[in-house]
């Protein structure tokens, strides 16, 4: 089981590291900034299609971004 925590600790750190604010991720992944808010809040969990474009945004694997594996 995936833990929601893990997934928005990654995902926040992912952005902290490329230093791009929620909005820059939003519109790179093709989203709204309040949409992607939700990702990093735990509010919201992305499809299959934002999690791959988050993946593909990042360049980590889709079990990095997962928190399944700490190899990227």
């Known amino acids: 089981?995936?833990?929601?925590?893990s997934f928005k600790d990654r995902l926040r750190s992912?952005?902290?590291e490329k230093?791009?604010?929620?909005?820059q991720v939003g519109t790179?992944?093709?989203?709204?900034?309040?949409?992607y808010q939700k990702f990093e809040a735990g509010d919201?969990?992305?499809?299959?299609e934002n999690l791959c474009a988050l993946a593909d945004h990042f360049d980590v694997s889709?079990?990095?971004?997962?928190?399944?594996?700490d190899e990227r």
């Open 19 to 23: 230093k791009e604010t929620q909005a």
């Open 28 to 35: 790179a992944i093709g989203i709204g900034e309040r949409h």
């Open 62 to 69: 889709l079990d990095y971004l997962m928190g399944r594996t």
């Open 14 to 16: 992912l952005r902290s």
């Open 44 to 48: 919201n969990f992305p499809n299959v």
């Open 1 to 5: 089981m995936i833990s929601k925590n």
